[in-house]
């Protein structure tokens, strides 16, 4: 009896175990994480700390009162996508690479500015769906302003799914109502954007070793259902790596014995926005 109910644990525990490796990706990227016994893919480090305080030294240090404590490395992590999509001008279709960040839950528009979307992130606490992107890209298709009318016409759908759609997206606080018109709810929201980012040259990634890495606020999962949702039907994740990409904190030392902390991007030398930057 003893040696049955020791079999059914340890049967238990590998269906469970099969089940989950099978099912949850992110279970895999652990596992094979911790083997790595500490590599992990990273962008390259193209600047290092002393020459961006040394190019922003004036920016950085009010007068001869201020000065720099050690700078420190932190690899934040982001998920690339290889994909294809159909192009709405050229009605082909296209193959692309596209950068999503599992810290802000926002995509890098272009790697030589760093520019990223904004909206993103709400949309994937929201859960936002096929349903509500079909209002968000509508509104942003129309300068983030147009009335019930207009979106009966350029939706092209019945009055009362119209409705069921604009009171979900209500509910989730992804638009608001002022009078008869409509808008979404993010400031200065960015989110109408080609499935694909913008490489100023092509990312290199290598081995790093024993390096501290920011914690993941969202899984590969929710990136790519909400990219899914986001640029339609057409759009199909290829393949699918999580990597990193190497952020200095450069400490200045005030009179008063305060600090001030800011944040530059190793790859191409330029000061992270603090919107974007999550702890």
């Not at 690899?75 to 193959?95: G, I, Q």
């Not at 002022?178 to 290199?204: A, C, E, I, M």
């Amino acid at each position: 009896m003893r040696f049955i109910s020791i079999f059914t644990i340890f049967m238990t525990i590998g269906v469970g175990s099969y089940w989950a490796w099978n099912n949850v990706p992110e279970l895999r990227y652990s596992f094979s994480d911790a083997l790595s016994l500490g590599n992990f893919q990273t962008l390259e480090v193209r600047h290092t700390a002393e020459s961006i305080m040394e190019s922003h030294r004036r920016e950085l240090l009010a007068d001869s009162e201020h000065s720099f404590l050690s700078p420190s490395l932190k690899f934040y992590p982001y998920l690339l996508m290889e994909v294809k999509y159909t192009n709405r001008f050229s009605n082909k279709t296209e193959e692309g690479i596209i950068l999503w960040s599992l810290v802000d839950g926002e995509m890098v528009i272009n790697t030589a500015s760093w520019e990223k979307t904004h909206g993103f992130n709400d949309c994937i606490l929201s859960g936002a769906g096929d349903e509500e992107f079909r209002i968000i890209n509508t509104l942003a298709s129309h300068h983030n302003h147009l009335d019930r009318e207009g979106l009966l016409k350029a939706l092209n759908v019945e009055d009362e799914k119209l409705t069921k759609w604009l009171n979900t997206c209500r509910k989730k606080n992804l638009i608001v109502q002022t009078g008869n018109y409509f808008r979404l709810h993010f400031q200065n929201p960015r989110l109408k954007v080609s499935p694909s980012t913008k490489l100023d040259q092509w990312l290199v990634t290598k081995p790093n070793r024993n390096a501290d890495r920011a914690s993941k606020r969202f899984r590969a999962s929710q990136i790519e259902q909400i990219a899914r949702a986001a640029f339609g039907k057409d759009f199909a994740v290829r393949k699918k790596t999580e990597i990193f990409l190497p952020v200095y904190s450069i400490i200045v030392q005030n009179p008063d014995g305060s600090q001030m902390t800011t944040y530059w991007n190793a790859l191409n030398g330029k000061r992270i926005n603090k919107h974007y930057h999550f702890e």
